[in-house]
């Protein structure tokens, strides 16, 4: 009988425990509270034409994507987040493993091709989306953003916040990978 | 004098021009339109902060869907419309009443499941409560009613102020 009593300290015990446990994962980047899955996934690409950043007679748009597994990488000069995943995109650009588009988001010009200028440009091509509209057709909520798109312009994969190392090597090799497997 | 005024006016309409700037006014066709806008922009819920309501938050993308919102108002789209514009973007969590499915099943139907939960256990507390302090006649057995003579006994050889 006298158990009972540890019931109440036995359910505090399980809680620490659970709340040690989430708090580990969202440190090791395994767990995002604030990480919504993307209402597109497996759903074709939203289509759209945008001026190109550096030249704007040029359009990007969706038929870029088409014919081969590619990263969209929604960006802004405004966003700190940006900077710190910029330099392994810089990385993975000049290993040439994947092509990069870029969405660079509510912002100017200017401000976005001096960014480019000084940290160096991992895009094949970026598209302006000065207005944010395109942003939300593909549903972003947060900068940066960045989606694998298939060789049929599906996408396969959103992931808010910073793509590092780990998190490639985790979450979009193996996928990339499985992605160029498939028959398209 | 005169002169005074009108510049004192002047002044007075410039800074009421410039606050006027920092809010966003939608501009609607009647009425039911503005309370349509006032109504949606309360049940969408920002992306961002996640804690707000489109309409509560400042944030760009609010604000940005605040804009959208009002747009497909005007061009005459129905709520159905526009909720679903939505949700295909941003899916049911854009929502703060998301649709029954079996994943919002234990969302909606939790509350009540507590409640049924709690019910459960006070009565059945409020039954054992009964059953132990009704059981017997409630005289006292032997045993009790000797330590309940020697605790008066004690007592009244040592009357303590």
Not at chain 2, 10 to 30: G, K, Q, Y
Request: glycine letters at 6%; aromatic letters at 12%.
């Amino acid at each position: 009988m006298k158990a009972r009593f540890l019931v109440p300290l036995a359910i505090f015990g399980a809680l620490v425990g659970l709340f040690w446990f989430m708090l580990n994962q969202m440190n090791a980047g395994e767990y995002n509270p604030r990480e919504l899955p993307s209402a597109l996934l497996d759903k074709p690409a939203p289509t759209f034409e945008l001026p190109d950043l550096h030249d704007p007679a040029k359009s990007v748009g969706t038929p870029n994507f088409i014919g081969q597994v590619s990263l969209f990488n929604v960006w802004a000069s405004w966003c700190v987040s940006c900077r710190v995943e910029h330099p392994f995109f810089m990385e993975l650009a000049r290993s040439g493993e994947i092509p990069i588009y870029g969405l660079n988001y509510k912002d100017t010009r200017a401000d976005a091709l001096r960014w480019l200028d000084q940290l160096g440009d991992p895009y094949v091509a970026s598209a302006f989306d000065e207005a944010g509209r395109v942003g939300i057709d593909w549903g972003v909520y947060g900068v940066p953003e960045t989606f694998v798109v298939d060789r049929a312009g599906k996408i396969r994969m959103r992931f808010p916040g910073p793509v590092t190392r780990e998190v490639w090597e985790r979450r979009f090799s193996p996928l990339i990978a499985q992605l160029r497997s498939e028959q398209g | 004098m005169n002169r005074g005024r009108a510049l004192l006016l002047a002044l007075l309409l410039a800074v009421a021009s410039v606050s006027w700037a920092a809010i966003e006014s939608f501009e609607f066709d009647s009425p039911e339109q503005e309370a349509r806008f006032k109504q949606l922009s309360g049940e969408l819920r920002c992306l961002v902060c996640q804690n707000q309501s489109i309409g509560d938050s400042n944030a760009e993308l609010a604000q940005d869907l605040r804009r959208e919102v009002y747009q497909m108002i005007k061009a005459g789209q129905s709520d159905a419309e526009i909720v679903d514009f939505l949700v295909a973007r941003y899916g049911d969590f854009v929502l703060y009443r998301p649709p029954v499915t079996t994943t919002t099943a234990l969302l909606w139907a939790g509350p009540f499941l507590l409640i049924a939960i709690g019910l459960f256990f006070l009565l059945r507390f409020i039954r054992t409560r009964v059953a132990t302090t009704t059981a017997g006649d409630g005289a006292l057995s032997a045993e009790e009613q000797a330590r309940l003579d020697a605790l008066l006994q004690n007592s009244a050889k040592d009357p303590r102020p």
